[in-house]
Structure formats: structure tokens, C-alpha cells
């Protein structure tokens, strides 16, 4: 059971690190979406520390 949570957990971790180009691109552009992409990223990220502890 430990063992797919830790999975589950990494594969969180990645979709966080895929709103970096969103995160970038929103900086390039200043369309005002910057704060949304970075709390989605956050909550990807912080499930994470909660799931493989």
C-alpha cells in the first residue's frame, strides 16, 4: 500500500513541475493568471509531502 502512494506522490511532484512553462509564460505575457498557476503548483507540490510524508 506504501509502495503506490509513493508513486502516487511522485507523480504528483511531476505535475507540479509541469506548470513551470505555464508560470513562465504567464510572466511573459502579464495576462494576470500568474497567482493561479502558482497555488495549483503548490497544492500538486504540498499533496505530495502528504501522501509520502
Known amino acids: 500500500m506504501f ?3 509513493n ?3 511522485s507523480m504528483l511532484m511531476l505535475f507540479s513541475v509541469t506548470y513551470l512553462l505555464p508560470i513562465v509564460t504567464s510572466l511573459i505575457y502579464r495576462d494576470g493568471m500568474l497567482v493561479d498557476f ?3 503548483a503548490l497544492a500538486f507540490g504540498g499533496r ?3 501522501l509520502v510524508g
Open 38 to 40: 502558482v497555488y495549483a
Open 7 to 9: 508513486v502516487l506522490g
Open 3 to 5: 509502495a503506490v502512494l
Open 48 to 50: 505530495r509531502r502528504g
